[in-house]
């Protein structure tokens, strides 16, 4: 199978060659704007790698500039990745990676790869559409990455919605707005039907203090639109919404209320629409809640900042219809919560593959301490064990998985409870095997920046700067 290689320095936008039918176009797009930007500045060699589920099946080194590169037959393969690295004296100091890709007789692939210097913040050539912090994110099933709401530069929320293209490293003004205002909303995604949920945050601001909302909203990506549902039973802000039983969908704190109820969304096949209803909870106060996500086995974690508030919503699947949820909930024991217990807010979290939870950072708020390592929490014993791999303490930061093996990239946040001390790096580490990885500071202070890994893996950092700009990187591991 041949390869057309575009190989595109330091220009945003690259043209592209039509491929012949069963070939495969890569175009490697140099977003970046700095004289020491240039993937191919000291390159000596650069290696191409076939990879599938992990493992490298093919490869081939060539001489740059001086030999012509093609690709390792890719036949028989099926579903592959395709790796580019430029190397000088043998050290990779260039990388860039195709998504995951299925190959196959007639088939004509055209794949835009983020190829720059590997392990550093580099600045994009083009600006956001709007300047915003404390903003989302969401990965668009084409590539591209939704950017909504947020405040802007004199601390108001927001209604613009912006796309980043990785093809040509351009932002874009969506030609919708969303219903009102909002920062700091929470993102559900329904696994089974991709659907995708926004649930409150900030709504206001008013004498310098933000005023939790009520939205609640669906991104229609079809349709290319965001429409207000009905509106959340109790307004929140720095709560926790988590997926489970595949079409359900369950939102716990971010309010001083004086209800103690989560805000259970799941479809009603009898009036074919999504109902939001409010879930009375049996001896559990959600107030409390922090942090929740969805584990391995169904269950959900829920990380509170009391003891009474940490443990497992153990509603599944196989329960609809038979147990009552809002007697779900199994506390960390009180008197045995681990060696490593901490009761945070603004923690971090993952799922792991055995079923457990990798939990970084947060902050005690009545010490305002921050958690200096990491935890595990043990979903068979509602303990938490000390954990490697938190490169630094940091409050409310941005956890994304990178791959399916563990890799994850921890950025944005802040030092301190009061949010103020923006913690302007991002780190890259490995969650299943406790590496710590390196940190890679950003070119910035950006408070209430996000953070985004898009589908080559390349990382990309969005606002909280001093203008609407914006960072990328591509992490890489020796």
């Not at 359900?248 to 479809?267: K, P």
Request: with cysteine; hydrophobic share 40%.
């Amino acid at each position: 199978m041949p390869l057309y290689l575009i190989l595109a320095c330091k220009e945003p936008v690259t043209e592209v060659i039509a491929p012949e039918d069963g070939s495969v176009t890569l175009t490697f797009v140099n977003p970046t704007s700095c004289g020491s930007c240039d993937p191919f500045e000291g390159v000596e060699q650069l290696r191409i790698d076939v990879v599938v589920d992990g493992a490298v099946v093919d490869a081939a080194t060539f001489q740059w500039p001086s030999e012509a590169l093609t690709l390792p037959s890719l036949d028989g393969f099926g579903v592959v990745q395709v790796q580019l690295r430029g190397l000088a004296a043998g050290v990779v100091v260039s990388f860039g990676q195709t998504p995951e890709l299925a190959v196959g007789p007639g088939l004509a692939l055209d794949l835009p790869v983020t190829f720059l210097p590997v392990n550093r913040a580099l600045p994009l050539t083009q600006p956001m559409a709007a300047g915003r912090r404390r903003h989302g994110s969401v990965a668009l099933r084409d590539g591209r990455t939704m950017l909504f709401g947020g405040l802007n530069r004199g601390g108001d929320p927001i209604d613009t919605v912006e796309y980043y293209d990785p093809k040509d490293g351009s932002f874009a003004l969506a030609e919708f707005v969303l219903p009102a205002p909002v920062a700091e909303s929470r993102v559900a995604e329904v696994p089974v039907t991709g659907e995708r949920f926004f649930f409150g945050g900030v709504g206001s601001v008013s004498s310098g203090v933000d005023v939790a909302s009520t939205a609640l909203y669906e991104f229609i990506e079809e349709l290319d639109t965001i429409e207000s549902i009905e509106p959340l039973g109790i307004a929140r802000k720095d709560h926790c919404v988590s997926t489970f039983a595949d079409t359900q969908v369950i939102a716990f704190g971010g309010h001083d209320s004086d209800s103690t109820a989560a805000e259970f969304l799941r479809f009603d096949l009898a009036e074919d629409r999504w109902h939001l209803s409010s879930l009375a909870l049996s001896d559990f106060d959600d107030r409390k809640v922090a942090g929740c996500i969805p584990l391995a086995d169904g269950r959900t974690f829920v990380q509170g900042s009391a003891v009474a508030s940490t443990g497992i919503w153990a509603f599944t699947e196989e329960m609809v219809g038979t147990v009552d949820p809002s007697a779900a909930f199994l506390p960390t024991p009180p008197d045995d919560p681990g060696s490593a217990a901490a009761f945070v807010v603004g923690s971090s979290m993952v799922a792991l593959a055995d079923g457990d939870a990798w939990v970084g950072g947060g902050m005690d708020p009545r010490t305002g301490q921050s958690a200096a390592t990491a935890r595990e929490f043990r979903a068979a014993t509602m303990r938490f064990d000390p954990a490697d791999a938190q490169p630094d303490a940091r409050n409310w930061g941005v956890l994304r998985r990178v791959d399916d093996r563990g890799t994850v990239v921890w950025g944005c946040g802040w030092r301190d409870l009061a949010r103020e001390q923006a913690a302007s790096s991002i780190a890259v580490f490995n969650v299943e095997i406790g590496s710590v990885g390196g940190r890679i500071e950003l070119l910035e202070s950006r408070s209430g920046c996000d953070v985004a890994v898009l589908p080559d893996g390349s990382v990309l950092v969005t606002g909280g700067g001093a203008g609407p700009s914006a960072e990328i990187v591509v992490p890489y591991s020796q």
